[in-house]
């Protein structure tokens, strides 16, 4: 089931989040998410597999403004890249490596595959 | 006070003047910052899963270069490892905080990393800034400029690596104040910017290059609306984010005006009077002319 495998990788609670929405609130991404973080929480603890397919995880960048401002401590950001994670290992990349611009800085392009391919 | 340094990639090529610079206010401040020998890549962001082990051996090897360095007599009793990337930083700090806390993690790290010495969770890994504040001071800090930034308007960005999560940030999570204080100690004057700690985007620069424009022209916007001339960053992404982006924030943007965004240390560096090693020729959007209109370059130093 969907939600054992996200606590398991994340370590996370997931019951622990009472939706009062204050990670969407903080997010500096929420405006180009399909989902809201709080409501894949949600999706996730009704074992909803289509959460799997949102564009979300993908968007979060990982600035960790929702878990400072989570008033349970959950770790949304820890989350999202369980999410990402359950795709990344079966070997499915979100980007093209052969695509990216190598003059960019080294930051940008090792963070983008750590977190965009398996 | 001699201290080990871990650069980074990306000080080593696109942020070359963010080294430089440090380097020579670090020495004026009588800090020799000492880069570990044979450091690798810390992987920039940290691996966030509960059983990943594999992505944290690069950060906990680099630990261990300290070590060797105590070892070796380079250093003498300084566990202290000094960071200037924001997102090293970060990953450093927090593997070193997952081994010292997990004796099972750090044990498989350990017997993986066979030909190296073990790591004795002995690291305390420390952004520059935070020796600035806590071992130099403000005041010391102060006493130490020879060219005041008088009239420059300086806005603080401080971005999301060096402030959270907050076991790992150096300062309030919502309401910092070290650069703050650092631009008063540099005789600047603070813009203030309610995007301070707004993520740029990271990054998502390799593949969605508009994101990160609509928050550069969200975050320049908040310090111009509070005065700003100027923005200043610890973080190589960041300021290639703000920077570099620019170019096309204007194209999304019709009226956007550029604004120089520079790392602290190129500041702190002309403040201490090294005009030349604080490298403006390597940002992209040249801060020159400003530094030169508010007459803080090309000006006589008085020693």
Known sequence: ?????????????????????????GCPMS???????????????????????ARTPWICAQCYQCGVRCPKNVDIAKIMEALREIKLRKNVNYIDVRK??????????????????? | M??????????????????????????????ELIELPRWNCCGAVSSLTSDDVMHHVAAIRNL???????????????????????????????????????????????????????????VEVKHFLEILRDEIGFERLKNAVRNPLKGLKISPYYGCTLLRPKEIGIDDA???????????????????????????GSYHTVGNAEVV?????????????????????????????????????????PGFKRMPILYFTQLMALAFGYEKEAGFDGNFINPIPLLEEKGLIGMKVQK
């Not at chain 1, 990216?100 to 398996?118: D, E, L, W």
């Not at chain 2, 498989?108 to 010495?117: A, G, K, L, R, V």
């Not at chain 2, 919502?174 to 700690?197: C, Q, R, T, W």
């Not at chain 2, 969200?218 to 923005?231: L, P, S």
């Open chain 1, 1 to 25: 089931m969907l939600l054992e495998k996200v606590e398991e990788i994340s370590g996370e609670n997931l019951y622990a989040c009472y939706q009062c929405g204050r990670c969407t609130a």
């Open chain 1, 31 to 53: 405006g180009e998410m399909d989902l809201m973080p709080n409501q894949i929480i949600l999706a996730i603890i009704r074992n909803d597999e289509s959460v799997l397919n």
């Open chain 1, 100 to 118: 990216i611009n190598r003059s960019y800085p080294q930051i940008a392009i090792v963070a983008a595959m750590r977190k965009f391919t398996g």
């Open chain 2, 2 to 31: 001699k201290l080990p340094y871990y650069p980074g990639c990306t000080l080593k090529k696109n942020a070359k003047n963010f080294e430089i610079s440090a380097m020579a206010a670090a020495k004026h401040l009588g800090i």
């Open chain 2, 64 to 122: 261990v270069r300290v070590q060797q360095m105590n070892d070796d007599g380079i250093l003498e009793n300084e566990y202290r490892l000094i960071v200037l990337c924001s997102m090293c930083f970060n990953v450093l700090k927090r593997s070193n905080m997952l081994v010292t806390s997990n004796a099972s993690m750090l044990n498989t790290i350990n017997s993986f990393m066979d030909t190296e010495p073990d790591y004795e969770g002995t």
């Open chain 2, 174 to 200: 919502e309401s910092p104040s070290i650069m703050e204080n650092l631009i008063e100690a540099l005789g600047g004057d603070v813009a203030d910017n309610p995007y301070k700690s707004l993520c740029c």
């Open chain 2, 213 to 253: 424009a609509q928050r550069t022209y969200k975050i320049i916007e908040g310090a111009r609306r509070n005065g700003a001339d100027v923005i200043i960053t610890s973080c190589p992404l960041c300021a290639f984010n703000l920077d570099n982006r620019q170019a096309l924030t204007e194209k999304l943007y």
